[in-house]
């Protein structure tokens, strides 16, 4: 039997694939994982794994000169989505996605941080499995529907948190990986300036996380099971 591919691509150390390398590698994946900050990432063909995982950061994908790996990244990210190889993006990978499917990148109105559900928009989805389950959102960007996508999921404050084209191409503005990773305090240490503008507190993420944290990663891991399994 052929062992299959995955590559992370890691935007900042303290951001990784966390909860969802458990069904990754129960799916036969082989996981590999580089950083933006390795001299070797321009090199990478990004349509060469089986799939592809890019997971969240603090920048903004309009933030191209202060991060010039951005738009090499999108380049080839552009390449793999329109040869419709699997992908996943989370946070601002799932802005990347959007970005490199023709959409705009913006920062929204307000910082979103802290254990909510979404409004699930398609019940047959693999969303379905986190439907009213609390999930981590943590930033304050958003970005226009590209083209030819479904919408998957929504928020009060941001209408668009999930879409997929097809079988093979899923982005996810939250991050429901999050809840058992002990990452999250450096999430925190990294964060206290978007915390505060979103009007919450370290304490009450603490607090959410041990309360919503194992639901969470339990729902996130059904959904990314199911979705590895309809890919074409």
Not at 119 to 145: K, N, Y
Request: aromatic content about 8%; charged content about 20%.
């Amino acid at each position: 039997m052929t062992t299959k591919s995955a590559l992370i691509i890691r935007h900042v150390p303290y951001e990784g694939v966390a909860g969802f390398r458990a069904p990754i590698e129960a799916a036969g994946y082989e996981v590999d994982r580089v950083d933006v900050a390795d001299p070797a990432f321009s090199s990478y063909d990004l349509r060469e794994p089986d799939l592809l995982i890019m997971m969240g950061g603090p920048m903004g994908v309009y933030e191209r000169e202060a991060h010039p790996w951005i738009s090499c990244q999108l380049r080839r990210l552009s390449q793999r989505i329109e040869a419709d190889h699997p992908t996943i993006g989370v946070c601002f990978g799932a802005q990347m996605i959007a970005a490199a499917m023709g959409a705009e990148v913006y920062a929204g109105e307000h910082k979103e941080v802290g254990f909510h559900p979404v409004a699930i928009h398609e019940p047959e989805s693999p969303l379905r499995h986190i439907a009213e389950v609390p999930v981590l959102h943590w930033h304050g960007d958003t970005f226009t529907l590209p083209p030819e996508v479904e919408l998957l999921a929504s928020s009060p404050l941001y209408p668009h948190q999930a879409f997929r084209r097809g079988p093979n191409i899923l982005a996810l503005q939250f991050h429901a990986e999050m809840g058992l990773d002990p990452r999250f305090e450096a999430w925190i240490a990294q964060g206290e300036d978007m915390i505060a503008a979103a009007g919450t507190s370290p304490e009450r993420l603490r607090e959410d996380h041990d309360i919503h944290g194992v639901a969470a990663v339990q729902a996130g891991q059904a959904m990314i099971r199911e979705w590895l399994e309809g890919l074409s």
